[in-house]
């Protein structure tokens, strides 16, 4: 049965590429192995029984050795076929999916007797290299050393599968990764000569140079595709919540930027992998740090929280003029830790997002009409009525202030020098300024006009006799002219 499966296989394996009877290698080779991993099953049983079972076991043996080698030739290929040797090696590891642990570690012998044969003939060029004293023989060795490296690098890649494959089945490899990590240090070059030629060689190499450019130029490439499908998925997510009447712009922008960002934080874990970075203890090292940053940085979680209760709360969005935090000006942008605010004598500032939440947070532009409280006063003698009509017209003449509400005008106080008025007209918010201003100057010009005083603060002075003459020098010495200040003397 396994010959027969063998002889199927090799079949499948030189037909025409594109034929039906190629397109069948695959599944010939998973029957082939799992036949084998049956007529396994029977060796092992015969030979409890004391048969003789050493034929049958060189036979599977033969089979697995010709595969191995036909892998080891298949990872010379050019390297314009990385496609392909990425097929082999998941061609190699469902080869050894179906198979048991004792039989995988046979398969791990095997592929540790080729690697380590070709570590030998790497040593052995590499020796040959460091003891000759002819600099085109030094420059030849170091080419082919080169080779044979890339050859011993793709060779380890399938030694690799196989480890790992042994790995999962609670298999020991203890001692194959060990060799793995030994076999692939650097050999010292010395010379300025064959330093430039094992350069050179390496950077012309399939598997040196030009597989490291290939790498950086697909990781590149990785990067602008994550780069314009982040942005992509961003817009989306942005026109998302814009159609949402309850997102706010702060939620908005904190959304589609996370977004933006984790799809490119991805992009670069993507390609770091291409590149072949070990991705475990990156991650690893990014959750321990982030462990201990969010021990050293407790205040600033108070911070972060506060970021979204306000994004989710929405007291303010950007473009509102606030007041909190003891700061007011117009909000610029937000972070999860900070919120910026432009001063109205345009300075910028940061208000860490704790000190605005714990505070009173007073949004001035919240609603679209605002009203508008002014005190004016006017002097005891004046006329009441008259007073009030002129601050009537004055109000409604202005072309920003609102009809409805209508405008309230009362007296409010009785004041120590004056009788205030309250003048309350609505406008929309962003005329509050305006209409003050405008007023104010209108008022003044008005009751100026109407011989409407506007007092000032007065004191009026009670003198009290007291039994006995004086005179008022004071007073005397202010108004009289020089040296006449006896004659000026009034006496009470």
Same mark, same amino acid.
């Given at each position: 049965f396994v010959d027969a499966s063998q002889s199927a296989f090799l079949q499948a394996s030189r037909a025409p590429e594109g034929s039906e009877e190629s397109k069948a290698e695959t599944s010939l080779g998973t029957d082939r192995d799992a036949m084998i991993a049956r007529a396994e099953i029977v060796i092992s049983e015969l030979a409890k029984k004391g048969g003789d079972v050493e034929k049958a076991r060189a036979r599977i043996n033969g089979i697995r050795e010709a595969e191995a080698r036909s892998l080891d030739r298949i990872s010379t290929v050019p390297s314009d076929q990385a496609m392909a040797q990425e097929l082999e090696l998941e061609v190699l590891k469902a080869q050894l999916r179906p198979l048991t642990k004792s039989q995988v570690d046979e398969q791990l012998k095997l592929w540790m007797a080729l690697l380590q044969k070709k570590c030998l003939e790497v040593r052995k060029v590499e020796v040959a290299a460091l003891e000759s004293?002819?600099?085109?023989?030094?420059?030849?060795?170091?080419?082919?050393?080169?080779?044979?490296?890339?050859?011993?690098?793709? #060779?380890?890649?399938? !030694?690799?599968?196989?480890?790992?494959?042994?790995?999962? =089945? =609670?298999?020991? !490899?203890?001692?194959?990764?060990?060799?793995?990590?030994?076999? !692939?240090?650097?050999?010292?070059?010395?010379?300025?000569?064959?330093?430039?030629?094992?350069?050179?060689?390496?950077?012309?190499?399939?598997?040196?140079?030009?597989?490291?450019?290939?790498?950086?130029?697909v990781a590149l490439l990785i990067l602008m595709v994550f780069y314009v499908v982040g942005r992509f998925i961003a817009n989306l997510v942005g026109r998302a919540l814009k159609s949402m009447r309850k997102a706010s712009e702060l939620l908005r922008e904190f959304v589609v930027g996370s977004v933006r960002k984790v799809v490119m934080f991805l992009g670069v874990l993507v390609a770091l992998d291409q590149m072949g970075a070990d991705l475990a203890p990156l991650l690893a090292a990014i959750g321990a740090?982030?462990?201990?940053?969010?021990?050293? #940085?407790?205040?600033?979680?108070?911070?972060?929280?506060?970021?979204?209760?306000?994004?989710f709360y929405r007291p303010f969005d950007v473009g509102d003029t606030i007041a909190a935090a003891g700061k007011n000006g117009v909000v610029e942008g937000m972070t999860l830790f900070t919120t910026r605010i432009k001063t109205f004598d345009n300075q910028s500032m940061l208000v860490p997002n704790n000190m605005i939440w714990g505070d009173v947070i007073t949004n001035v532009t919240a609603n679209r009409t605002r009203r508008v409280d002014m005190t004016f006063g006017i002097g005891y003698g004046d006329d009441i009525g008259r007073a009030r009509e002129v601050l009537m017209d004055v109000v409604?003449?202005?072309? =920003?202030?609102?009809?409805?509400?209508?405008?309230?005008?009362?007296?409010?106080?009785?004041g120590e020098s004056s009788v205030n008025f309250i003048v309350r007209p609505w406008v929309e918010t962003k005329d509050y300024w305006a209409v003050f201003w405008g007023l104010t100057r209108a008022v003044k010009e008005r009751f100026d006009e109407e011989g409407i005083s506007i007092p000032f603060p007065q004191r009026d002075l009670h003198v009290h006799a007291a039994g006995k003459d004086f005179t008022l020098q004071a007073r005397a010495r202010a108004t009289a002219p020089e040296g006449e200040e006896a004659k000026a003397g009034t006496k009470v």
């Open positions: 004293e002819d600099v085109k023989e030094i420059a030849d060795f170091n080419e082919r050393a080169v080779e044979l490296r890339g050859e011993r690098s793709r #060779l380890i890649e399938r !030694v690799d599968v196989v480890v790992n494959a042994l790995d999962r =089945k =609670k298999g020991n !490899v203890d001692d194959a990764r060990a060799y793995l990590k030994s076999v !692939v240090v650097a050999p010292p070059v010395t010379g300025w000569t064959a330093a430039m030629t094992t350069l050179r060689a390496w950077v012309v190499n399939p598997d040196g140079g030009l597989q490291l450019a290939r790498n950086i130029g740090a982030g462990l201990v940053v969010g021990l050293a #940085l407790q205040g600033t979680l108070s911070n972060l929280a506060s970021g979204m209760l306000i994004m409604r003449a202005h072309d =920003k202030v609102l009809a409805t509400p209508e405008p309230v005008i009362e007296v409010s106080s009785l």
